[in-house]
C-alpha cells in the first residue's frame, strides 16, 4: 500500500519565524489533504491539494504529485498555529485516505 | 450547518461493558468514517461506509460494528469494551464532486475503559 512519510517529525520556533512542513508519498495519487490537530484535540482541514499551489493567509501548500511530495508553508507563525500536522493520501475513487504520521509544531512566544 | 457532530465529548466504561457512538453530518455527504487516536500517533481508520446501507472495515475492526441506516448518521458501536480501546475516537465525513472531496471531522470523543 501507499506509504506517508513527513518531516520533520518535531519543530520548534520562536513566533514570528516562518516554517516548511514536508510529505513523502510513495505512489501516484489524486488525494492529498493536510490537517491541522490543536492543542485541544480538534482537526481542522487545511487544504485539498492533490497537484498545484494553494495560499489560504499565511499558509500556503505546493503538491508536485510527479515527483511525489507535497510542502506546506506557515509564515509569520503565531502561537495558535502550534499543533500536529498531518497529511494525508488517496484516491478519489475510493474515499479512503492514508495517514502520515504527522508533525509537531510548537511556536514559542 | 452544524457540519460532524459527535456525542458524547467524553465516556468511562468498564470493561466489558457496550456503547454507542453517536456520529451525525448535514452536508448530504456519501461518505463518512470512524478513526481512532491513540496518545502521540496518527489516525488510524475503523470503519467507513460510502452510502446508507453499505459499510466496510478499515485498518482495526475488531471489537467495532457500524450501520448506515441514513445518509446522516454512522453510530459506532463497542461490543465488549477492553482497556485497549481506550482512545480518542473521530468521525469523518467527505463529499464527493469537483472541489469537495475535503474530509472534515467531528470534535472527537474521549473514551476510557477501566
Known amino acids: 500500500g501507499i506509504q506517508v512519510e513527513q518531516s520533520p517529525p518535531d519543530l520548534i520556533l520562536q513566533e514570528g519565524a516562518n516554517s516548511t512542513l514536508r510529505c513523502n508519498f510513495s505512489d501516484s495519487v489524486n488525494n492529498l489533504q493536510w490537517f491541522h490537530q490543536n492543542p485541544w484535540g480538534q482537526l481542522i482541514n487545511l487544504f485539498y491539494?492533490?497537484?498545484?499551489?494553494k495560499q489560504n493567509g499565511r499558509l500556503s501548500a505546493t503538491t508536485v504529485a510527479t515527483e511525489r511530495y507535497s510542502l506546506l508553508y506557515i509564515s509569520s507563525s503565531q502561537t495558535t498555529d502550534s499543533g500536529v500536522y498531518f497529511c494525508?493520501?488517496?484516491?478519489?475513487?475510493?474515499?479512503?485516505?492514508?495517514w502520515g504520521a504527522g508533525t509537531k509544531l510548537i511556536i514559542k512566544p | 450547518n452544524a457540519g460532524v457532530t459527535q456525542t458524547p465529548k467524553f465516556q468511562v466504561l468498564k470493561t466489558g461493558q457496550s456503547m454507542t457512538l453517536q456520529c451525525a453530518q448535514d452536508?448530504?455527504?456519501?461518505?463518512m468514517s470512524w478513526y481512532r487516536q491513540d496518545p502521540g500517533m496518527g489516525l488510524r481508520l475503523i470503519h467507513y461506509s460510502v452510502g446508507a446501507g453499505i459499510t466496510d472495515q478499515g485498518e482495526v475492526p475488531n471489537g467495532y460494528n457500524v450501520s448506515r441506516s441514513t445518509t446522516e448518521d454512522f453510530p459506532l458501536r463497542l461490543l465488549s469494551a477492553a482497556p485497549s480501546q481506550t482512545s480518542v475516537y473521530f468521525c469523518?465525513?467527505?463529499?464527493?464532486?469537483?472541489?469537495?472531496?475535503?474530509?472534515?471531522f467531528g470534535p472527537g470523543t474521549r473514551l476510557t475503559v477501566t
Open positions: 491539494i492533490p497537484s498545484g499551489t
Open positions: 469523518a465525513s467527505q463529499g464527493r464532486g469537483a472541489g469537495s472531496y475535503e474530509q472534515y
Open positions: 452536508m448530504n455527504h456519501e461518505y
Open positions: 494525508a493520501v488517496g484516491e478519489d475513487s475510493n474515499y479512503q485516505l492514508i
